[in-house]
């Protein structure tokens, strides 16, 4: 198993914009998590899905939304970005949703101009 | 409201010297405590959790309810020690919470 897998890599959008970030768990993994890491600060939650039902919600406002698919894969979008969105985005899936140890992918790094 | 603070931002130590990584946290429950470990280029991952009471890479960490505390400590620190640590919190139903992480530079 080749892990979480996250795409794209690298992202660069414009003020305004919309972005969709993609996230595939390990397989047999039914929750997926989403966090927004900003350079010099620790991991903070934004969603987190179970059985592709919303379980979870960070303080972020109604920009962000996500989505899990029945194939437990989830998806983060992000509307009318602005600078501060700027971060890397991780996904985590673990097999449960409750307190259970956290996977994660390798991000993808947002860039806001 | 759960809380998890790290007072150090950075670390230094030398090779074969002990070295301790600072957790505090405020939550009103029986917290999960975790520490995550990120090295050079890789991805953030577990490197210990409480209730396992395991020693990883010969870190260990103990859950100190009464002063609310989960520092990591290793004996002898080695260069591949090197990395971003964080300490993360979560609780029943409650959702994950990191620390804002500790940068350990182990010395030659």
């Known amino acids: 198993d080749a892990g979480v897998t996250q795409s794209p890599t690298h992202l660069i959008k414009t003020r305004g914009q919309q972005v969709t970030l993609r996230c595939s768990p390990i397989?047999?993994?039914?929750?997926v998590s989403w966090y927004q890491q900003v350079l010099g600060q620790g991991p903070q939650f934004i969603f987190q899905y179970y059985e592709k039902e919303e379980r979870g919600r960070g303080n972020f406002p109604d920009r962000f939304s996500a989505r899990q698919f029945p194939n437990y894969s989830s998806e983060l979008n992000v509307n009318a970005l602005l600078l501060g969105d700027s971060a890397l985005y991780l996904c985590?899936?673990?097999?449960?949703?409750?307190?259970?140890?956290?996977?994660f992918g390798p991000g993808t790094r947002l860039t806001v101009l | 409201a759960q809380r998890v603070t790290q007072p150090e931002k950075l670390l230094s130590v030398f090779k074969g010297a002990p070295v301790e990584l600072k957790c505090n946290y405020s939550y009103s429950g029986s917290p999960e405590l975790f520490w995550y470990v990120q090295y050079s280029r890789q991805r953030l991952q577990l490197l210990l959790r409480h209730i396992s009471r395991e020693s990883i890479k010969g870190f260990t960490a103990d859950l100190n309810k009464g002063e609310t505390s989960f520092h990591l400590k290793k004996p002898f620190a080695q260069e591949e020690d090197s990395a971003m640590y964080y300490c993360a919190l979560s609780g029943y139903g409650q959702n994950f919470v990191f620390g804002p992480g500790t940068r350990l530079s182990v010395l030659p």
């Open positions: 985590a899936s673990s097999p449960i949703w409750d307190t259970d140890t956290q996977y």
């Open positions: 397989s047999g993994h039914k929750s």
